[in-house]
């Protein structure tokens, strides 16, 4: 069992940027690939940005692709998502989510379906 716990939301201008920090509970965070999804009123939630349990490298929809920065620390079981040059586009609430994976697994998980435990979710809003 996992708990996970989204912070760092808020209200923001076009160009700023922001932080969002997702702790999660429980035993062995390193066995679980992590990924951040964001849904917007009205639309699917949709993939942000994700690691994979073999080399933890990051992949990123095409929408946030160099700008946006996953990160995670195993140490203190947490997941950080950095946004920067935030668009009004990138309103939405975003959840922090987790997949339990074996070991040298080297699969991205980009549906939601895919993920067995998610947070409450923080709300982005970007005015202009």
């Known amino acids: 069992q996992v708990r996970l716990i989204e912070s760092g939301g808020g209200l923001v201008q076009t160009g700023e940027s922001l932080k969002l920090s997702c702790t999660a509970s429980?035993?062995?965070?390193?066995?679980?690939?992590m990924g951040w999804f964001r849904q917007s009123p009205g639309k699917e939630r949709e993939f942000v940005a994700g690691?994979?349990?073999?080399?933890?490298?990051?992949k990123y929809s095409y929408s946030v692709q160099g700008r946006f920065s996953f990160s995670r620390d195993n140490a203190k079981n947490m997941v950080y998502l950095e946004m920067n040059g935030l668009t009004l586009e990138d309103t939405a609430i975003y959840y922090c989510?987790?997949?339990?994976?074996?070991?040298?697994?080297?699969?991205?998980?980009?549906?939601?379906?895919?993920?067995?435990?998610w947070g409450q979710g923080t709300q982005v809003t970007v005015s202009s």
């Open positions: 989510a987790a997949k339990a994976v074996y070991s040298g697994n080297t699969f991205y998980y980009t549906d939601q379906e895919d993920y067995d435990y």
């Open positions: 429980g035993r062995e965070f390193e066995t679980y690939a």
């Open positions: 690691d994979r349990r073999y080399d933890a490298v990051p």
